[in-house]
């Protein structure tokens, strides 16, 4: 019998675990769990980490998992690497299901860097306002630069102090519209976005509302990650673990779900 694990937390997995439950797979999505009230899911829900590599190792042998199907957050590197090695040493299938990035159009003002910390670095000396559009797991690599003023937007509100001295907290759940964003950046005066190349229609109003503002972004590639087999494509990890013996998922009417 076939068993999969779908480590989610995206649009993408959302997409994909009604496509298993419709299909008739077993399966389980696990929730990272760092969302307060996570989107209720049409399969048997996990939260929480996993205690690393061999936590995963664990869970994989003791849950029979014989597919995984990594649909973290195109940046949420350390949860893929662990799945590469625990899956690797189990013998389990694995693939990631990942929205394509973005690409720069004539009208975008883009400086690409490769990680929070050369964002930081690339931020301009003098006083900006700044929407920080990173959510909130990186925000220490901006303590460095206090003498901007962060636009934040969290889906929960913070516990802890945040590490920057002035700063503003929205609160709010996408997708978004590029009205929205429009008017959020117009209304707190932003004259930059940093942003994470995450690619995807559910995060790309603040792109395009940069575009048409002309406001310079600083978009952070993703992380890199070898020996991945990534689809863009729902039906294609539909195929996939029809190849590798989880069964016929069926023709259930399956959409491009790569954004």
């Not at 048997?44 to 995984?68: A, N, S």
């Not at 630069?145 to 934040?152: D, G, I, M, R, S």
């Not at 889906?155 to 959020?184: H, I, K, M, S």
């Not at 190349?197 to 952070?220: C, D, S, T, W, Y």
Request: charged residues 20%; hydrophobic residues 45%; contains cysteine.
């Amino acid at each position: 019998m076939s068993r999969i694990l779908l480590l989610g937390g995206t649009t993408e997995a959302a997409e994909m675990a009604r496509l298993l439950a419709v299909s008739g797979q077993s399966a389980v999505y696990s929730y990272a769990g760092r969302t307060r009230a996570p989107v209720a899911q049409p399969l048997p829900l996990r939260v929480g980490g996993f205690g690393g590599i061999e936590g995963l190792r664990h869970y994989l042998r003791h849950e029979t998992i014989t597919h995984v199907i990594d649909a973290t957050h195109p940046f949420a590197a350390q949860m893929s690497r662990h799945a590469l090695h625990a899956c690797a040493a189990e013998s389990v299938q694995l693939c990631s299901f990942e929205r394509l990035p973005w690409q720069a159009g004539p009208r975008d003002r883009w400086r690409s860097v490769p990680d929070m910390e050369a964002a930081a670095a690339a931020l301009p000396a003098m006083p900006g306002r700044i929407f920080l559009a990173i959510g909130r797991q990186n925000l220490a690599a901006f303590a460095g630069a206090p003498q901007h003023h962060y636009l934040l937007r969290l889906v929960d509100p913070p516990t802890d102090p945040l590490p920057l001295p002035d700063a503003q907290v929205v609160l709010a759940r996408g997708p978004f519209e590029t009205a929205q964003d429009l008017a959020l950046m117009s209304k707190h005066r932003i004259t930059l976005v940093v942003a994470k190349n995450a690619g995807g229609r559910g995060a790309e109003a603040k792109i395009e509302a940069a575009r048409q503002l002309q406001i310079p972004v600083i978009m952070i590639e993703r992380p890199t990650l070898a020996g991945r087999r990534i689809f863009h494509h729902a039906d294609d990890v539909l195929g996939w673990l029809e190849s590798t013996g989880a069964g016929a998922a069926g023709d259930h009417g399956v959409q491009d779900a790569s954004g």
